[in-house]
């Protein structure tokens, strides 16, 4: 089993970061991705960002490119996704996912689809205002 705790979310305005963390525990060494999800209210969750558990290899939604950074420390036992030049369009529950089998990261792979990965925290809310 593996646990997965979200924290780091909140109200900021639209331009501005927040850092959202995933401390993880259990069997992680299974794992082969760690990755970051959301969910805006109405809508479908959909894939944010992911890396390898190995820290080979850093994957990004196009809407989050060069304004969201995935990261690891493996001291704290804690995934990272910093966020910056935040829109109000990212408003929704973001949620930190673990994967235990490889996968293609090609167009539309099941890399990017969240009913593909095995393990989920509880969410924590960003809302960023205009």
């Known amino acids: 089993q593996l646990q997965l705790v979200e924290s780091g979310g909140g109200l900021v305005q639209a331009g501005g970061s927040l850092r959202l963390s995933c401390a993880y525990s259990g069997r992680t060494f299974s794992s082969e991705y760690m990755g970051w999800f959301r969910q805006a209210p109405g809508k479908e969750r959909e894939f944010v960002a992911a890396?390898?558990?190995?820290?080979?290899?850093?994957y990004y939604a196009d809407f989050v490119k060069g304004r969201f950074t995935i990261s690891r420390d493996n001291a704290k036992n804690t995934v990272y996704l910093q966020m910056n030049s935040l829109k109000p369009e990212d408003t929704a529950v973001y949620y930190c996912a673990a994967r235990l089998s490889e996968c293609l990261w090609t167009y539309g792979s099941s890399c990017y689809q969240p009913q593909r990965y095995d393990y989920w925290g509880q969410g924590t809310q960003v809302t960023v205002s205009s």
């Open positions: 890396m390898r558990w190995s820290g080979v290899g850093t």
